[in-house]
């Protein structure tokens, strides 16, 4: 079952730009070992985001919502564009994400 981003994080905090990106975002599920020691988040989203934000919202969610403990987090996103994205187009846009 799918949620919204911020219904599964609501105390998450992050810029307005991410913020914006992460509205639009769906949680497809979050998955843990055994060991509790590394944590996926799957993401299904509309719009693409950079992989530098993706990082970055990575070291967010652990930082904020597990400071101090040894855990990994891994964010797999996969998104759904409209038909205006070729692969051509994509590459112009966001190759200094790659």
Known sequence: MEKNFFE?????????????LLADTKVQRVVSNQ???????YL?????????HIFQLERNIKNQLFPGQELSIKIM???QLSAQYTPKTLMDIYKDSI
């Not at 599964?8 to 914006?20: A, D, T």
């Open 8 to 20: 599964v994080f609501p105390v998450l905090k992050v810029n307005g730009e991410m913020q914006q």
């Open 35 to 41: 060991a509790r020691t590394r944590l996926r988040v």
């Open 44 to 52: 299904k989203g509309t719009r693409l985001i950079q992989k530098k």
């Open 77 to 79: 996103e996969h998104y």
